[in-house]
């Protein structure tokens, strides 16, 4: 069977270009012999992570994140860089998705699973000091980063109009990147 990917980014504005790359991603994985599904963050809104709020219940939205990282093989990040570091949405999602859920720990829902990391930004770095930032974050909750991660820089101008990259070394790197993350799931 084709190893399943939950794809998603960091971002849940409309004109995010982490969710354009995320979404290149997820088209590249299946072209390379990955399932992946996208998932944008911005359909499923959770409350910013808070014990009391926990304590009356998990999120509805909160649990169909869980059940669709636990329908999935690995994951692909792509994430945006805020003051060097990862989005809040972010954060909060993956504080979310750790917390228990019913018997089943929720770090046991990212328990050795893969993970492909990528980030976009217009800026000249591309968003690669936000890189290490989600690694660490990835690492502690249990999940297999694949390295190495890819940034994007001048990612405004970086796609085309069928939201291919424009720079064939880019478009490689991320086909690379892809191919990895699939083999690390079979
Ligand atoms: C940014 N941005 C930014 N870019 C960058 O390359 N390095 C950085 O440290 C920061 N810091 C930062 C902080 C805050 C609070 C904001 C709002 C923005 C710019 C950021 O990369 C840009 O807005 C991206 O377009 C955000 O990602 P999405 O939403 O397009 O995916």
């Given at each position: ?7 998603f980014a960091g ?64 994951v692909l990040i792509a994430s ?10 972010l ?24 993970a492909g990391l990528i ?15 989600v ?52």
């Amino acid at each position: 069977a084709q190893p399943k990917v939950m794809v998603f980014a960091g971002s849940a504005r409309v004109g995010s270009l982490n969710k354009r790359f995320a979404k290149l991603a997820a088209e590249r994985l299946d072209v390379l012999g990955g399932a992946a599904t996208f998932v944008d963050l911005n359909d499923y809104p959770c409350p910013l992570f808070d014990e009391e709020i926990e304590a009356q219940g998990t999120p509805e939205n909160v649990l169909k994140l869980r059940e669709l990282l636990a329908e999935h093989d690995g994951v692909l990040i792509a994430s945006p860089e805020y003051n060097g570091f990862i989005t809040p949405l972010l954060k909060n999602t993956l504080d979310w998705l750790s917390r228990p859920h019913g018997d089943t720990p929720g770090l046991a829902l990212f328990a050795g699973k893969p993970a492909g990391l990528i980030a976009a930004s217009p800026g000249g770095l591309g968003g690669i000091r936000a890189l290490p930032v989600v690694q660490h974050l990835l690492h502690n909750l249990n999940l297999v980063v694949i390295p190495p991660a890819m940034s994007l820089p001048g990612a405004a101008d970086a796609f085309d109009d069928n939201g291919a990259l424009k720079d064939e070394a880019k478009a490689q790197q991320l086909d690379a990147l892809c191919l990895r993350l699939i083999k690390a799931m079979r």
